[in-house]
């Protein structure tokens, strides 16, 4: 919990900062600076502004003098008195403040550690195929290597990221390379039962495989195996996903198998024999398998990580814009947004994770929070900056009764909206278990 709330607390206030520093810096009298909503439960007063803390902790707001409809009494320090390149100017701070936090984050991680996954800059080359899944189906063999996905040209597993991404529950073309010619498969991308929201396709891009546990009594352990042990080859075949380790153990139906593994940077070989397991009809060792990817850590200047969070930030945002897009569309699955359930999961996630899994978390949600406030609905930033467009360009004021209509409508469709990612989340949860 303590997590959420810091990881919300600190997007909302940035936001309302913007707001609240381009209103003073216009000389607008400013009433409350709130983080959160409902009863005030403590703050402080500075000068005109109550800054307090209320009892919902899901957003906040500033409450500027004469902002709301029929409020204003035409003191020049009212929102409203001020011309409307200055309002403009207001409304869209809170969404500034929101991208530059998001790259001022990643920058400074990149300053301290910029670590990725190494698979995800390398050429996408299937090493595993898993079965009966969308791949298997298509036709995925390993050692095929990916050229486009779905129309959009890839040099990297980071490009198959985002296409696959939009492409839940559809069936796309993937144009893959096999000894040398090419060939364009029908690949259906299913919505992962472990991770509800996320795509699955069956192909891996090859990983170390190593044992997280050792069943006490079961071959694994009599054979000497550690948790930790990463496991290299099984009988010379060198491993690189775990759907092999489990397909050479039924293979060999009990018979004596020689894995090489690695502990502590030493190599070693250790024969074990499966033993059958009636409850799962299966012939197991005794052992459980996890993932660890090789990762690549250096520190960047300056310049090169606020350029690679530039270039970070901008992807992430594209995939928003493509994510709206499918959902308009119907090829994307109202199950990959998420609201406040969702942001509340991630980051008990990634306070477990660590402190960089935790600072990726916040930029991305600055970034999503800050293009969120930019949509043209109606008591949204994006909506207020529209009406303003909208009254300079006519050169006059909308009416008081169109402006109350436009209001009640963006309510009504913020309320919906929210609802629906609350449905979305608890269904989440619910199907994750």
């Not at 597993?157 to 796309?172: F, K, S």
């Not at 396709?201 to 195996?225: C, K, M, N, Q, T």
């Not at 660890?292 to 992807?315: D, H, P, T, Y």
Request: aromatic content about 10%; charged content about 20%.
């Amino acid at each position: 919990m303590l997590a959420f709330i810091f990881v919300l607390g600190v997007m909302v206030i940035f936001h309302e900062l913007g707001h609240y520093l381009a209103a003073r810096y216009f000389e607008v009298k400013v009433d409350s600076f709130s983080f959160g909503f409902g009863p005030r439960l403590f703050g402080f007063k500075h000068g005109d502004t109550d800054f307090k803390v209320c009892l919902l902790p899901l957003g906040g707001y500033v409450k500027m003098a004469g902002e709301n409809i029929g409020e204003p009494s035409g003191d020049p320090d009212e929102l409203l008195s001020k011309p409307r390149w200055q309002r403009f100017i207001i409304m869209a701070m809170g969404p500034i403040f929101n991208f530059i936090l998001a790259i001022a984050l990643l920058a400074g991680l990149f300053m301290y550690s910029f670590e990725r996954p190494a698979f995800l800059e390398q050429e996408p080359k299937v090493v595993g195929v898993l079965a009966d899944s969308g791949a298997e189906a298509a036709g995925v063999e390993p050692d095929d290597i990916i050229r486009s996905v779905d129309g959009q040209a890839v040099a990297t597993w980071m490009d198959v990221e985002l296409p696959i991404a939009m492409a839940i529950n559809r069936t796309i073309p993937v144009e893959i390379e096999r000894n040398g010619s090419l060939q364009t498969l029908q690949v259906f991308v299913s919505e992962s039962e472990s991770r509800p929201g996320a795509p699955y396709v069956g192909w891996s891009e090859g990983y170390d495989v190593v044992f997280r546990e050792i069943v006490a009594g079961a071959p694994g352990e009599l054979a000497g195996f550690r948790p930790g042990d990463q496991l290299r080859s099984v009988d010379g075949s060198k491993i690189r996903t775990t759907t092999q380790v489990i397909e050479l153990i039924q293979a060999s139906a009990g018979k004596p198998l020689s894995l090489e593994i690695e502990r502590d940077g030493v190599k070693q070989t250790r024969e074990v024999a499966a033993a059958y397991n009636e409850d799962a009809d299966a012939w197991r060792i005794g052992v459980a398998l996890s993932a660890r990817w090789k990762m690549i850590e250096s520190q960047l200047g300056f310049a090169e990580a606020v350029s690679q969070s530039v270039e970070r930030n901008v992807r992430a945002a594209g995939m928003v814009f493509s994510l709206i897009g499918g959902l308009f569309a119907g090829t994307v699955s109202p199950r990959m947004l998420s609201g406040p359930i969702g942001i509340y999961e991630y980051s008990k996630e990634a306070a477990e994770t660590g402190p960089s899994a935790l600072i990726e978390l916040m930029a991305m949600i600055s970034m999503q929070l800050g293009l969120f406030n930019l949509f043209p609905i109606p008591i949204l930033d994006g909506g207020q900056m529209l009406l303003l467009t909208v009254e300079g360009a006519i050169r006059r004021d909308v009416s008081i009764a169109i402006k109350e209509r436009i209001i009640q409508v963006g309510l009504v469709f913020i309320v919906l909206l929210f609802g629906f990612v609350m449905y979305s989340d608890l269904m989440k949860k619910i199907a994750s278990g």
